[in-house]
Every structure is written in C-alpha cells, then in structure tokens.
C-alpha cells in the first residue's frame, strides 16, 4: 500500500511488548529510509486491532492480502510485491482466499 502498512505480528511470551515492537520496526524501517530519501517515513502514532483466541488469525491475513486488489493497485494479491508471511506459505495464503 503506497500510505499505510498492514501487520499480523504475534506475541509469543508474557513479555512481548507490541508498542515495543512498533517502535523499533518503525525506527529503524525510518532511519533506511530517511538516509536514502531525506524524507520521514512514518507518521506519529499507528491503530492496532487484537485479534482474539476465539478469532481465525487466517481470516485477518485473508484481509491484508485482498487489501492492494480493493486499493485498485493489482488485479491479483499475488501480483503484489510485498506480500509474505513468516507463519503461512505464499501459496497457503492464497489458497485461503478460495
């Protein structure tokens, strides 16, 4: 998405710490970036959204991937180039849209 990122990020341990983790990936993601173009490249703040137990973790995924094709910016999820997952395969991914 050329203005906001979509995460599934998850906690493993009694001690993750989500705010944490926002803040090292969107300091370091911006200091690269800020060398390269001499511009910021996150805004202050950001929206989370707990996905709870009860709830499929595959269903948000599903909605990050169809995100660039409802944003016109592809015709197909695979045909976005910044799609992966540490969890799911590429292609578990997409089956799960079937």
């Known amino acids: 998405m050329p203005d906001h990122l979509h995460l599934l990020v998850e906690g493993f341990t009694e001690s993750a710490d989500l705010r944490r983790f926002v ?54 999820p695979s045909e976005y180039g910044f799609l992966g997952s540490d969890a799911w395969t590429l292609e578990e991914l997409l089956e799960s849209l079937l």
């Open 23 to 76: 803040q090292v990936a969107k300091r370091r993601s911006g200091s690269v970036f800020a060398r390269c173009t001499r511009r910021p490249l996150w805004q202050q703040g950001y929206y989370e959204r707990v996905v709870r137990p009860s709830e499929d973790a595959r269903w948000v995924a599903r909605y990050i991937i169809q995100n660039p094709v409802r944003a016109g910016l592809v015709q197909a």
